[in-house]
């Protein structure tokens, strides 16, 4: 027993270096086997329950590891949790892997064959991701396996028709299909399949080949002459402010400054940005009710352009108590607010408290209080700008984009501010998270972030040029990418 769970837990281990910035996806793949065999020699649903857990522990106190430097970023308040995160997130999350591996295992007798179990693994695997994306409260799709692909430029093309899910079940597929190849003895030996070999290694041909047609498909995309870029220039702003500077009030104004200052750097390009975008966090104040501190940090803008920011948003008092939404405000070259959307996927336990009468112990988190939710998703349409989506944050790892009045946009904006994660796998994470989504949509997605990683992606999720790195400050601009021709 003590040999299973410490194979499982280091199988988990090992396959969350798939994950950015690593991509180690043999190590996956060898995981995802390891996982696969033991399942199938679970007798019990107990033992492919814990097969599952144990598995998920390991792959989840691995790829989350990065949590306890944002709990760090004050130690004051949030220290004491750093082992709680450390256990008892893994220790929830790992319990979608258990249920993942005992539904395939109740539903094992009804397949059959080389593949067919395989397939059925990884579906259920596709199925607890699913469930960690949209259980209430606890909405958490971060470092599904189909990120272990986000590297590869050709292998993201098939979230396009497939989302991000379908890659969680090529890699898993992949995976559970070398643990076919080992099956042990009556007498306890361990034997390699050489009857179910074939089948594995035809498999594995089928996605090479299929990969190396979307490398095919972009290198004729690429050669045809279609126009690569819209006539909209953007400026990104990455000032790399500390969290500490963002959180105290008395540095609001030089962050602000910041900000303003880099806005009026010069540039490459002989025309003026019409959109400036600065990232989350880029502004504490409630811009609604300071007309004079709109009209200076627009005041540099060229007329028709327009200053995108994060900012907060918040109502007249209700009972008492005011709403806030964490927020995105569009101000034009007069400092009139003519746009605005407020995040509505927010962080549990960050933005706010699920069921707090049970977890009242958890208020310093929130200081000063919980976030209001938005309506939902919505489009922004500006003059002579296409329209476009903004994605707040933790918005960015959530598949299926669905604009509230159902509108496609033609592009898609995530401002982050991922000072939080300091110098770990965490914004590289986020990052790619976010790449997906562009090639999921088809659409180019703009990323800002305050500390990095700022970029710009094309509707295939390809960088479009080199991206600001994590922890510099810079200006990066550029046109904006046309979305994806099919």
């Known amino acids: ?97 258990g249920a993942a591996c005992l539904l395939a295992w109740r539903l094992a007798g009804w397949v059959g064959g080389v593949l067919l179990p395989v397939a059925l693994f990884a579906c259920c695997w596709v199925l607890s991701e699913l469930a960690r994306t949209y259980t209430p409260f ?16 050709t292998s993201i093309q098939f979230a396009r028709y497939l989302t991000v899910y379908g890659l969680s079940f090529m890699v898993v597929f992949l995976g559970a299909a070398w643990g076919t190849l080992v099956y042990r003895e009556a007498d306890g030996r361990l034997c390699f399949s050489r009857r179910q070999l074939t089948a594995v290694g035809l498999i594995f041909l089928f996605f090479a080949l299929a990969d190396g047609y979307e490398d095919g498909r972009l290198k004729a995309i690429d050669s045809s002459g279609s126009p690569p870029a819209t006539t909209t220039l953007l400026r990104l702003v990455q000032a790399n402010i500390p969290i500490k500077d963002i959180q105290d009030q008395q540095q609001w104004a030089d962050v602000i ?25 880029a502004n504490s104040f409630i811009l609604s009710r300071e007309p004079g501190l709109r009209k200076e940090i627009t005041s540099v803008l060229a007329e028709g352009s327009y200053l995108i920011t994060g900012s907060m948003r918040a109502s007249e008092k209700e009972n008492g108590k005011w709403k806030v939404w964490n927020a995105l405000e569009v101000l034009d070259h007069r400092g009139e607010i003519v746009a605005y959307y407020d995040k509505h996927l927010l962080v549990p336990f960050g933005e706010y408290i699920p069921l707090r009468w049970l977890f009242f112990f958890m208020d310093p ?67 790619h998270m976010a790449r997906i989504r562009a090639a999921e949509q088809g659409i180019p997605l703009v990323r800002v972030a305050n500390t990095g990683i700022s970029a710009v992606f094309d509707g295939y999720g390809r960088e479009v040029e080199m991206p600001l790195p994590l922890n510099t400050e810079g200006v990066l601009d550029i046109l904006l990418p046309v979305p994806a021709v099919n």
């Open 365 to 431: 988190l929130t200081i000063p209080g919980d976030f209001d939710r938005g309506q939902g998703a919505k489009t922004i349409h500006l003059p002579d700008v296409p329209p476009f989506a903004p994605l707040i944050c933790y918005e960015a790892i959530f598949p299926f984009y669905r604009s509230q009045d159902g509108e496609k946009p033609q592009w898609l904006l995530n401002i982050t501010n991922d000072a939080w994660f300091g110098d770990s796998a965490g914004p590289y994470q986020h990052y």
């Open 138 to 153: 606890t909405g958490f799709p971060w470092n599904l396996a189909g990120y272990g692909l986000a590297v590869w430029d």
């Open 1 to 97: 027993m003590q040999c299973f769970i410490i194979t499982l837990l280091l199988a988990g281990a090992a396959t969350a270096l798939m994950l950015p910035p690593v991509f180690f996806l043999w190590l996956g793949l060898l995981g995802f086997g390891v996982c696969y065999y033991h399942w199938r020699q679970a007798e019990s649903w107990k033992a492919a329950f814990a097969c599952g857990w144990w598995f998920g522990f390991g792959y989840h106190a691995v790829g989350l590891y990065w949590i306890g430097n944002a709990l760090l970023t004050d130690p004051e308040h949030f220290g004491w949790l750093v082992p709680v995160a450390a256990i008892a997130i893994p220790a929830i999350l790992a319990c979608y892997s």
């Open 257 to 281: 400054q910041t900000h303003l200052a880099m806005t009026q750097v010069s540039s490459e390009y002989t025309i003026p940005p019409k959109l400036v975008i600065w990232p989350e966090s």
